[in-house]
């Protein structure tokens, strides 16, 4: 079984367009853990044009699952994994007025300064993930600096997918995920995953998280959270 950890950034979106709270990313937690979710996930960005930090304090509280908090590592940032200790962090090279993360890091660039806070935040009992793309001497690189696991960025493979011209760019993926299972490296995978495409990725062998939170909130428009989760996670226990 793949664990599904759902991305709740759209929710807190569509409660900030009014002032009254609603809908709320608290009872929407709630229904994804009751339908079975195996995690939730926030990506608090510096505007807090999504979740704000005020709801990853209040999620801390009441999560009986795990909590994977993503972002880029900015001062403000850290401080707020310093003081909630997720489960995991998942750290994504997104500019703060980034429309939504859109690559993996360059670690030859960036790992010299993300090694000690990778280093940190394990000692703080913290899982630690690197969003990265494909390439595989990023992989490696990964493993150098000691993250634990790495989040596939999903994307190029659910554009591929929609274009019906996937193949190419799904053997990448599987590529991708082997090299880093072979170092030691979990693999997590997500961004643009839905009910149509997410069967075929998950055809990869030991994939251990997804995290989805777009495709899931508008399928909840039709058919309701609950059922969305259930409906994701049917997929996901058949690996
Ligand atoms: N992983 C990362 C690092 C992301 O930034 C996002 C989007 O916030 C996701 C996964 C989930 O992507 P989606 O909302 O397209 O399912």
């Given at each position: 079984m793949i664990n599904l950890s759902v991305n709740l950034n759209k929710v807190a979106l569509l409660r900030n367009s009014r002032n009254f709270g609603i809908p709320s990313v608290i009872k929407a937690a709630s229904t994804c853990i009751q339908a079975g979710a195996h995690g939730i996930t926030v990506h608090p960005r510096p505007d807090e044009r999504h979740i704000k930090s005020k709801d990853v304090y209040e999620l801390a509280e009441m999560l009986t699952v795990e909590f994977n908090i993503e972002g880029n590592p900015s001062s403000q940032f850290l401080n707020i994994i310093r003081e909630v200790k997720p489960t995991q962090c998942t750290l994504v090279p997104d500019a703060p007025d980034a429309f939504t993360s859109d690559h993996g890091w360059d670690l030859a660039t960036n790992g010299f300064w993300l090694k000690p806070i990778i280093q940190e935040l394990k000692e703080l009992g913290i899982r630690v993930s690197l969003f990265l793309d494909t390439d595989l001497t990023q992989i490696e690189l990964a493993k150098e600096i000691g993250a634990d696991r790495i989040?596939?960025?999903?994307?190029?493979?659910?554009t591929a997918f929609r274009k019906d011209d996937v193949e190419s760019v799904f053997q990448k993926y599987q590529q991708a995920a082997k090299k880093a299972q072979e170092i030691g490296l979990g693999v997590n995978a997500g961004h643009d995953l839905n009910l149509q495409n997410l069967e075929k990725f998950c055809s990869i062998?030991?994939?251990?998280?997804v995290s989805i939170g777009h495709?899931?909130?508008?399928?909840?428009?039709?058919?309701?959270?609950?059922?969305?989760v259930k409906e994701y996670l049917k997929i996901l226990s058949t690996n």
């Open positions: 989040e596939l960025y999903t994307e190029p493979y659910a062998p030991n994939i251990l998280e495709a899931l909130v508008a399928d909840a428009l039709d058919i309701g959270l609950f059922n969305a």
